[in-house]
C-alpha cells in the first residue's frame, strides 16, 4: 500500500509546506541491499573501557572506517556508545553527552546503538539503576533522531564480551538496513554463541526454512527474504489460498504445502513434507494469524476460539512435535510473528491480543527447551505494517496509526521479514527467548 503523504513531504515543494506547517516529515528509510555499505557513513565507537577499545578493533575488520573521535562537521553514519562497564548513574553524563554533541553530524538513515548490560543482572543498586538508566536514555533519544536515523541497544548478560560473536551479530544487524523500521529497542546477548556468517548477504545458505501463512502479506515477504539469504523453502497456507501459495512456491523456487494448521497431524506433515523435499528441518517460521474483531461484549465463542486456535494453539502443538523429532537438531531455530497489540492492546482486540501476548510467553517459556538442543526462538512484534489488510482501516485511523511513532510513517513487511532472518540465522544464536518490536517506535516507554 503506497503512502502518499510521506512520498509528497520527501523532497522539493511538499518538504516545504510540511516544514512551514509544522507537520509530519518523514523520508524514506535506508533499507537493505546486497552488496550496499553497513552504515552511510563512518562508524563512531565512544566509550573509554577496554570494551569500547576492543570493538573498534574488531570493526576494523568488517572493511567499516571506524572513528574513536569524531572529526569536526563530518557525516557520520552511526554512533556506538560502549557503556559495559558502567557502575553508577553519576556516570552516564560525559560519555552520552559526547555522545549528544555528535548527533548534529549523524546522516541520514544513521544509526545509534548502545551497548550495556542487563540490569536485572547486577549485584547492586546503583550497578542497576546506571544499566537501566541507559535503557531510558536510549528510547528517548530514538524519539529525538530525525531523517530516518534510529536508536537501538544491546544488552549484555554478565560474562559476555562486548567482542562477542553474538555482540557482533546483533550490533551488525542494528548498523544495516535490515534493521530500517526497528527503533528504541532493545536485544539482550546471552551466550558467546552466534557469529558472522561466511557471506553476509546469504547468511541462511544450507538451512530449510518453513513458513506459515506464506501465501501472501507478511508471509510472503518472509519467504521472499528468506529465500534471498540462501535458505531452501516450505511454504505453508490453507487450501483456500492454494492459487497464491503455489505462486508463491513457484517464485522462491520453493515447495508449497496446503495444511490448515490447527489439525492435530500439522506438525508430523510439515516435518514430513522438508525431510522428504529438502532432506532436513532447520527454521520453523510461524507466521500465519487471523483476527476476528469485536468489542468484548459483542464477542462470540467461535471467534474468540478460532483466533486463539490458529494463533497460539497451533504453534503449541506444532513446537511440541518440533522439539520431539530427530530431523530439528541441527541448531534449530523457531521465529514466531507476535504483535504490538499483545503488548498495549487494542481496541476491539481482547481475542487477538490475548493470542499474540501468548506467543510472547511461549517463547520466553520455550527458550530453555529449545537452549539444550542448541537452538533458539525468538518473536518480532510488528507495529503498524502496510499491508492489504490496515488498507481496509478507515483513512483517518491509518493516517493516525502511521505517524504516531518515531519514525512518522508504516513499516513495510519487508522490514518484518528482516528481522525474521536475523532472527532465524545461526548468527542470532546468543538470542533466546527475546521479543523484537518492528514498530517504529510506536508504544509510549517501549
Known amino acids: 500500500m503506497t503512502d502518499r503523504y510521506t512520498q509528497f513531504v520527501d523532497h522539493g515543494i511538499g518538504r516545504d509546506i510540511a516544514k512551514r506547517l509544522g507537520l509530519p516529515q518523514p523520508v524514506a528509510l535506508r533499507r537493505y541491499q546486497p552488496?550496499?555499505?553497513l552504515a552511510p557513513g563512518p562508524v563512531l565507537i565512544q566509550g573509554t573501557g577496554p570494551g569500547a577499545d576492543a570493538l573498534a578493533r574488531e570493526l576494523l575488520g568488517w572493511n567499516v572506517d571506524v572513528r574513536r573521535h569524531a572529526e569536526p562537521k563530518e557525516k557520520l553514519g552511526a554512533v556506538v556508545l560502549v557503556l559495559d562497564d558502567v557502575a553508577h548513574p553519576s556516570e552516564l553524563g560525559r560519555p552520552v553527552l559526547a555522545m549528544g554533541a555528535s548527533l548534529r553530524d549523524l546522516a541520514a538513515g544513521g544509526r545509534i546503538v548502545t551497548i550495556s548490560r542487563t540490569a536485572?543482572?547486577?549485584?547492586?543498586?546503583?550497578v542497576a539503576a546506571a544499566r537501566q538508566g541507559v535503557e531510558g536514555m536510549l528510547r528517548?533519544?530514538?524519539r529525538e533522531l530525525r531523517a530516518g536515523a534510529t536508536g537501538n541497544g544491546l544488552l549484555l548478560r554478565d560474562g559476555v564480551e562486548t567482542t562477542s560473536p553474538g555482540v557482533l551479530a546483533a550490533l551488525r544487524f542494528f548498523l544495516s538496513g535490515r534493521s530500517a523500521f526497528v527503533d528504541?529497542?532493545?536485544l539482550t546477548i546471552s551466550t558467546d554463541d552466534g557469529g558472522l556468517p561466511g557471506n553476509p548477504d546469504r547468511p541462511l545458505d544450507g538451512r530449510v526454512a518453513v513458513v506459515t501463512g506464506a501465501a501472501r502479506g507478511i508471509g510472503a515477504a518472509i519467504a521472499r527474504v528468506l529465500r534471498r539469504d540462501g535458505a531452501k523453502l516450505v511454504l505453508v497456507d490453507v487450501p483456500a489460498s492454494g492459487d497464491h501459495l503455489a505462486a508463491m512456491a513457484n517464485e522462491v523456487h520453493g515447495t508449497a504445502l496446503q495444511l490448515d494448521i490447527t489439525s492435530q497431524d500439522a506438525g508430523e506433515r510439515i516435518i514430513r513434507h522438508a525431510v522428504e523435499r529438502h532432506g532436513r528441518l532447520d527454521i520453523m517460521?510461524?507466521?500465519?494469524?487471523?483476527?476476528?474483531?469485536?468489542l468484548l461484549a459483542n464477542m462470540d465463542g467461535a471467534k474468540w476460539d478460532s483466533v486463539i486456535a490458529v494463533n497460539i494453539s497451533a504453534q503449541l502443538a506444532i513446537n511440541e512435535v518440533l522439539l520431539q523429532s530427530d530431523h530439528f537438531r541441527e541448531s534449530p531455530r523457531i521465529v514466531s510473528v507476535a504483535s504490538t497489540s499483545g503488548i498495549a492492546g487494542n481496541r476491539g482486540q481482547t481475542n487477538y491480543s490475548a493470542s499474540k501476548a501468548g506467543v510472547m510467553g511461549m517463547v520466553r517459556a520455550s527458550a530453555p527447551q529449545l537452549q539444550k538442543i542448541g537452538g533458539g526462538i525468538n518473536a518480532v512484534a510488528p507495529g503498524f505494517i502496510e499491508t492489504d489488510m490496515t488498507a481496509r482501516i478507515p483513512f483517518a485511523t491509518r493516517e493516525m496509526a502511521r505517524r504516531l511513532n518515531s519514525l512518522q510513517q508504516g513499516g513495510q513487511p519487508v522490514d518484518v521479514a528482516e528481522a525474521i532472518s536475523f532472527l532465524a540465522s545461526n548468527a542470532a544464536a546468543g538470542i533466546n527467548g527475546e521479543v523484537l518490536r518492528v514498530c517504529g517506535q510506536n508504544l509510549v516507554g517501549a
Open 35 to 37: 552488496g550496499e555499505p
Open 120 to 126: 536485572s543482572s547486577a549485584e547492586s543498586p546503583a
Open 140 to 142: 528517548s533519544l530514538a
Open 184 to 186: 528504541g529497542q532493545f
Open 285 to 294: 517460521v510461524h507466521n500465519a494469524g487471523i483476527t476476528r474483531d469485536k
